[in-house]
């Protein structure tokens, strides 16, 4: 992987943990030669881990609506900025610079970015690892649930396998450069049990 897209929260969240996080991972990334694709945001966890990539030399690249850019939210410091005109925009170009996808805790809109780039991979439109940065047990309960979703029989075993989880950065960020997408089923065969 080069360049690693990280979808986090707007806002800073209640724990400490959370910004530390950020800097842990801006830290793994300048170890590892990698750059960052993220939401373009000078605020909450996106704004803590983007000063932090940058401070260690990790080349940033953001991307912002540019209804969101004018709200003075868009980081004027990245090593570049690509302001769009969609949050659709926004995602499709996210997924377009990364090499892989991994979560730090945020709210729905992180949630939403996620779901959508394992939704793609788990239909086959990119063979890219997703994971969680399970910080303080934040995505524990979203594990579980995906958990029940596959007990249940709606999330088929080798779809529930393209989420990765982990809580340390360094061993998550060594399964994601390992993984290779199991074999997903023919359109035709979603649905089918």
């Not at 949050?87 to 970015?113: Q, W, Y």
Request: proline share 6%.
């Amino acid at each position: 992987m080069r360049n690693l897209c990280v979808f986090c929260g707007s806002a800073a969240g209640a724990r400490p943990a959370y910004a530390a996080s950020a800097h842990a991972l801006a830290d793994s990334l300048a170890r590892r030669g990698m750059g960052l694709v993220y939401g373009g945001g000078s605020v909450g966890i996106m704004g803590i881990l983007a000063d932090a990539c940058l401070a260690r030399g990790v080349p940033v690249e953001g991307v912002i609506p540019r209804h969101l850019d004018e709200r003075e939210i868009g980081h004027k410091s990245l090593t570049r900025l690509h302001v769009v005109e969609s949050m659709h925009e926004r995602k499709a170009l996210m997924a377009e610079l990364s090499d892989g996808f991994v979560a730090l805790p945020g709210g729905i809109g992180t949630m939403e970015e996620l779901f959508e780039v394992y939704t793609w991979g788990q239909l086959g439109l990119h063979p890219k690892p997703v994971a969680l940065l399970d910080v303080e047990g934040y995505y524990r309960p979203l594990v579980q649930f995906l958990d029940h979703a596959t007990t249940e029989g709606f999330l088929r075993p080798e779809h529930r396998g393209f989420l990765l989880s982990g809580s340390e950065i360094d061993p998550l960020l060594d399964a994601m450069t390992a993984w290779r997408p199991p074999k997903v089923a023919k359109w035709m065969e979603i649905g089918q049990t």
